[in-house]
């Protein structure tokens, strides 16, 4: 029988990643695209592509149920401010009844529930990780550059305040200097978070971490080109990831961005 994967895609390279993965291990892939502006490589290497609004929950399912996927993994940027952006996302009336049934929109709460409404159809929510091992890197500094001694201390300091506000489902992201705390990712995302951290304090240190209690099916920490973008905006020095647990993309692109602009880059 033949495997076919679903791949729900958000912003970014990962789901090209995960589809050439899944290709290689037999799988056929049908990708959805859920956002405006996913990957132009991803209607290339998919079997099959269709765009669907991440609100269109029910018609999601009915693509996957008629393109005869058994299994289906969400990947790519979905930032929970779509849900308050007008004109982003345009729920039919099954995403209204899954919303208003949550007790909080944390985002732990809101990709539950969804899982539950894609399991509940027959279709099995797969590991994020599955098809991309190869990209977590193993701790110890990644970039040329090694950090200095108080930004070590900065990166200690933001690994530990991550892991709290990720133990609370706030975000995965803080911005330190000097051991103070200057922007706490929220909905805004990680990108918005490093720029707002940049205008409070000199020379930046980014920490992005797993949630402690995460779940490996949706919202995978990552740390890619556009982080480094971000960051060369906000004039940060260095960035610390958790080791194992956070995905590195495109990595010859992302480290050598970061070492032309002399950005430290450290798993930890």
């Known amino acids: 029988m033949e495997k076919v994967l679903g791949v729900l895609a958000g912003i970014g390279h990962l789901p090209v990643d995960v589809v050439l993965g899944a290709k290689e291990a037999g799988y056929k892939v049908v990708v959805i695209g859920v956002v405006p502006d996913t990957n132009v490589e991803l209607p290339k290497v998919a079997d099959n592509f269709f765009s669907v609004n991440i609100g269109k929950i029910g018609k999601i399912v009915k693509t996957l149920q008629e393109n005869k996927v058994q299994e289906v993994t969400m990947i790519g940027k979905v930032t929970k401010e779509v849900l308050y952006s007008k004109g982003v996302m345009i729920p039919d009336w099954q995403a209204v009844k899954l919303l ?41 500094v990644l970039s040329k550059r090694k950090p200095t001694a108080d930004e070590l201390a900065d990166m200690d300091y933001g690994f530990a305040m991550a892991k709290k506000i990720g133990g609370l489902d706030i975000g995965q992201t803080v911005v330190v200097k000097n051991k103070a705390i200057m922007a706490v990712e ?56 958790e080791a194992g647990r956070t995905l590195l993309v495109e990595r010859e692109k992302t480290l050598a961005l970061a070492n032309e602009h002399n950005i430290t880059v450290v798993a930890k």
């Open 100 to 140: 208003f049934s949550l007790k909080d929109r944390h985002d732990d709460t809101i990709m539950n529930a969804l899982v539950a409404f894609v399991e509940k159809s027959g279709i099995k929510v797969m590991d994020q990780t599955i098809f991309l091992k190869a990209l977590f890197p193993a701790p110890g």
């Open 186 to 241: 929220a909905i805004e995302g990680t990108d918005a978070c490093i720029l707002r951290g940049g205008k409070l304090g000199k020379k930046v240190i980014v920490a992005k971490t797993a949630k402690p209690a995460q779940d490996n099916r949706f919202d995978m920490p990552s740390v890619g080109v556009k982080t480094i973008e971000s960051m060369i905006a906000a004039d940060a020095a260095g960035i610390v990831m």
